[in-house]
């Protein structure tokens, strides 16, 4: 198995501009989850999904966020318009079950000018 | 407020010893308990999660302790290597999704 799969994995875009990021979770998982990393607050859990369905999305910093989950292998998380405090890592990452062991793709960096 | 305390401080040890790292938490009664390791540059690893009835886990040269009453984790690296260097994350569970700390960059010299 390939893991779990973002792209892209660096973003550079300016102020106002729509972000879309993807992530394909592990085949057989029924979990999904998005996370933001930034030095100064840490890993955040912005959204998680189960068996597609979204479960919690609190941690949506504000209607400027987005998040998808059509069907068990694919997930987008949209930004739009971005701002430059939206600069930061983005995680996507999936497991067996709700509450198991997570296993987390490489990220996206993004960087909003 | 709720609040998960990793040591913000670097950890500097010599190869072979151990490495304990603590992680502290306030207004939560976790079901359960995760560590972390990140490299820099990649998303974090799994490594061992223990759960509420359980005092101690082991898996090979890594242990872990949970202590509800302290309200605390302890994460044990024995005869560490310097391919140990990374940064360590706690993530405690709070009823179906994990709240992470900020982790506590461990660097073993040789």
């Known amino acids: 198995d390939a893991g779990v799969i973002q792209s892209p994995r660096h973003e550079v875009t300016e102020m106002g501009q729509e972000v879309t990021l993807r992530c394909k979770p592990i085949s057989g998982h029924n979990s999904l989850f998005w996370y933001r990393q930034t030095m100064m607050r840490g890993l955040e859990l912005l959204i998680y999904f189960n068996n597609n369905v979204p479960i919690d999305d609190s941690g949506m910093p504000e209607d400027r966020f987005s998040a998808k989950m059509p069907n068990a292998s694919f997930s987008t998380l949209k930004i739009q318009p971005s701002e430059p405090r939206d600069s930061a890592v983005y995680f996507c990452?999936?497991?067996?079950?709700?509450?198991?062991?997570?296993?987390f793709g490489p990220g996206t960096r993004l960087t909003v000018l | 407020s709720q609040k998960i305390e990793q040591n913000s401080e670097a950890l500097n040890i010599q190869e072979g010893k151990t490495a304990t790292l603590t992680c502290n938490y306030t207004n939560y009664s976790p079901a359960y308990l995760q560590w972390y390791r990140q490299d820099p540059g990649r998303g974090p690893v799994f490594l061992l999660l223990i759960r509420e009835n359980e005092k101690e886990k082991r898996k090979e040269r890594l242990k872990v302790t949970f202590d509800t009453t302290l309200k605390q984790s302890l994460f044990h690296i024995t005869a560490s290597q310097p391919a140990d260097s990374a940064t360590y994350l706690c993530a405690l569970d709070t009823g179906g999704k994990l709240i992470f700390g900020q982790g506590t960059t461990l660097q073993v010299k040789p």
């Open positions: 990452a999936s497991s067996w079950e709700r509450d198991g062991e997570q296993f």
